[in-house]
Each structure stands twice: as C-alpha cells, then as structure tokens.
C-alpha cells in the first residue's frame, strides 16, 4: 500500500517538511469470486470483500541543508476497507492447462479505520477520507488443475480522489499543510481459488 503525494509548494517555503512514504508495508485482501461468463474470452467479475493494510507518511526536515535526511516525524495510517470491485477480464487462449488474461475495472473502497475526529492521546495528525474509487488494471494466468482453477494475478489500483481530510490536527497544522493532495495507491497480488 503507497500513497501518491503531492508536495505543497505554498507550506514547503514556511515550514521545510518535505513529506513521502518510505517504505511499503504488505497487507492481507480476503474476497469471494463472481464470475460472469457473457462469451468465449471475456468475463464480468465482482469480487467483494476486505482488505486491511497499514501505511507510514514520514516528514524529513529539509531546514538544515547539511543533514537533510533528518526524520522530523512519521504518521501510521491504518486502513480497514470493504470493496466491491467491478472487473471486466479479457481471456486468451488455453494452452494446455494455462490460459493468459487481463483484467481491468473499478472498484469502491470504504475505509472502516477512517476518523472522524483526532485522537488527543495518540500523535496521529493526518485523517483520510473514508470512501475512495479506484480504477484497477492487472494481469494473471489461470492454472486448470484437477479439482479446482487456481489464477495468480498481479494487479495496480490507483485512487481517482484526494483522500487526505484537510482539517488540520490542534497545533499540527504543518503535516496537513505539507501535503497539497494524497491519493491511495495500491499493488495487489492475488491468488485465485475456483
């Protein structure tokens, strides 16, 4: 899970916070398959579900030109999302027992973690957005096994919103401030169980 940032020019002359995600974190995405076969090659799936995943903002503190890698703070942003992707998956054909696909659609996420209020006694000073749309575009192969199909997918999902509250936190304003736009970015690798 990644979020895309834009900096905030306007804040970056006042308050020197430069703000990134440094480092990715995995999570764990549990869905049931629907599947929709209207032709030969092509399938309408909705996939439901959950996902939960966890993301760090950290702020490096680009006042001292000498030691810019300075770590100012850092802000874990947790995400609890139900999800209801809507995908249209392009089949080739089967050789043996693999067949080749791409898939692409939208997909809803309502995020359970999202505050609506600040908590004083935790240093968290950036609150998301609760709902989001992303559109999704992957690739896969669908292995046919005995009992079952079993198809790996790889797949990126990009929010199509700003999903960062811009109401600062009491006496933290510069961490919203440093952000001009987030919006969620997701890479997603999935194993499928027909």
Do not use: C
Not at 97 to 120: C, F, H, Q, S, T
């Amino acid at each position: 899970m990644d979020f895309d940032i834009t900096r905030s020019q306007e804040y970056y002359e006042i308050d020197k916070l430069y703000p990134e995600v440094s480092l990715l974190n995995p999570g764990i995405n549990i869905q049931i398959v629907t599947n929709y076969r209207p032709g030969r090659y092509f399938d309408i799936r909705f996939l439901p579900g959950v996902s939960f995943g966890m993301r760090n903002v950290v702020y490096y503190d680009n006042s001292d030109l000498e030691n810019i890698e300075a770590v100012n703070t850092q802000q874990r942003l947790e995400s609890s999302f139900l999800e209801f992707p809507l995908l249209l998956k392009y089949k080739g054909d089967r050789l043996n027992n693999v067949r080749p696909y791409i898939v692409g659609g939208l997909n809803y996420r309502y995020d359970l973690a999202g505050k609506k209020e600040y908590d004083d006694e935790k240093p968290v000073y950036l609150r998301l957005k609760r709902s989001d749309l992303y559109y999704e575009v992957g690739a896969g192969l669908d292995f046919y096994l005995t009992y079952f199909k079993l198809s790996v997918e790889l797949k990126m999902s990009h929010g199509l919103r700003d999903v960062l509250v811009h109401e600062p936190a009491s006496g933290y304003a510069q961490y919203m401030n440093a952000i001009e736009k987030m919006k969620s970015q997701i890479w997603i690798v999935s194993f499928h169980f027909e």
